[in-house]
C-alpha cells in the first residue's frame, strides 16, 4: 500500500491556493503583472509575486522546472518583457524551463534556436 504524501496548501481562497507544495515540489497558481503597466513592468510585478511566493513555499527561481508565460502580441511584447534583469540573467536556465504562449497560437520555446 503507498504512503499517503501530505499536500500542503498556502494562501488559500475559497476558490484557490496561491501555492501548493507536494513531495518536495511547489506549484504556483497562474500570476500577472498590473495591465495598466506595459509590458515591462508587468514582468517585474509577476516575477516579483513569483519570486515571493516560491520562498513562501520554501524554494527560488533557480529551481524551476516549468514556466508558461502568455502574451497578447509576441512580436510586440516579447522582446522588451526578456530585457527585464530580473527574467534574464540566467540565459542557460531560462532557455529550460520557459515556454512562451501567445493567445491562440501554438507554444514556443523562445530561447531554442
Keep these: 500500500m503507498m504512503s499517503s504524501m501530505p499536500i500542503t496548501r498556502l494562501d488559500e481562497s475559497e476558490r484557490a ?3 501548493v ?6 506549484y504556483l497558481s497562474g500570476q500577472v503583472g498590473d495591465p495598466a503597466g506595459d509590458i515591462k513592468q508587468q514582468t517585474r ?3 516579483a509575486k513569483v519570486e515571493a511566493l516560491l520562498e513562501k513555499g520554501g524554494s527560488d527561481k533557480t529551481k524551476m522546472l516549468k514556466v ?3 502574451l497578447k502580441d509576441i512580436e510586440k ?3 522588451p518583457m526578456v530585457s527585464q534583469d530580473n527574467l534574464t540573467r540566467d540565459h542557460d536556465f531560462l532557455s529550460r524551463v520557459f515556454l512562451l504562449r501567445c493567445l491562440n497560437s501554438p507554444p514556443i520555446h523562445p530561447f531554442n534556436h
Excluded at 21 to 26: E, F, G, I, K, R
Design 17 to 19: 491556493s496561491a501555492i
Design 21 to 26: 507544495v507536494h513531495n518536495n515540489t511547489v
Design 45 to 47: 510585478d509577476t516575477m
Design 68 to 70: 508558461e508565460i502568455w
Design 77 to 79: 511584447d516579447f522582446a
